[in-house]
């Protein structure tokens, strides 16, 4: 909902993204992982961004657990909750690439009408995603927290890939099965990916 007098920051007297991004000798982006849960997506996100930070990147990951720990601690799980839980998460990444930060989420974001607000926010220029693609019985086996357990003995309500549906994303990036893939793959292909988009030049 559009708030009345909120008025655009005065851009004129602040520093410009691309001011930022050749201090930082680097270009923001967001790389958007979705998938189930256990799929990989926090795994290889800091598999990502040590690979990134080691090759002298700045990076920032957004997650389930530290939005939903911070800014996020007020939402539930409803279907208006998860879409107010990836607007917020969404937003705090434009910031990020605004400062020219690399930016990885890691979020479950089941259906293409959540998928769309990143899309919408960011456009095809500054936004990566890609498709954590493990079948659920492979992500129950690596459900340390026993999630999948509590939502098939009805303890979790509205669970994505048991009783909440995941829908596939119809046009990603990248698809990655990491099931198949080892995390060292996935990241290879990740970075690839990233200097095929001339969105980083991969040091």
């Not at 119809?170 to 995390?183: A, F, G, H, R």
Request: with cysteine; net charge neutral; charged share 25%.
């Amino acid at each position: 909902m559009k708030q009345n007098n909120i008025f655009p920051p005065a851009h004129q007297q602040m520093l410009k993204r691309s001011d930022k991004e050749s201090l930082l000798k680097q270009q923001g982006v967001l790389i958007w992982f979705t998938g189930l849960s256990g799929s990989g997506k926090t795994t290889l996100a800091i598999a990502l961004e040590k690979e990134l930070f080691g090759k002298g990147y700045l990076t920032c990951i957004l997650d389930g657990d530290n939005m939903r720990s911070g800014i996020n601690a007020n939402l539930g799980f409803s279907e208006e909750d998860r879409m107010e839980n990836i607007r917020r998460i969404a937003e705090t990444g434009k910031l990020l690439v605004e400062c020219g930060i690399i930016t990885i989420v890691a979020c479950i974001s089941p259906t293409e009408k959540i998928r769309a607000i990143p899309r919408f926010l960011f456009g095809k220029d500054d936004l990566v995603e890609i498709f954590i693609s493990a079948p659920v019985d492979v992500c129950e086996t690596r459900d340390v927290k026993g999630l999948y357990r509590k939502a098939r003995s009805g303890e979790i309500k509205e669970f994505t890939g048991v009783s909440a549906p995941f829908e596939y994303p119809e046009n990603p990036d990248m698809v990655l099965d990491t099931s198949i893939l080892e995390i060292g793959e996935c990241v290879s292909a990740i970075m690839n990916l990233i200097k095929q988009k001339e969105k980083l030049c991969i040091k």
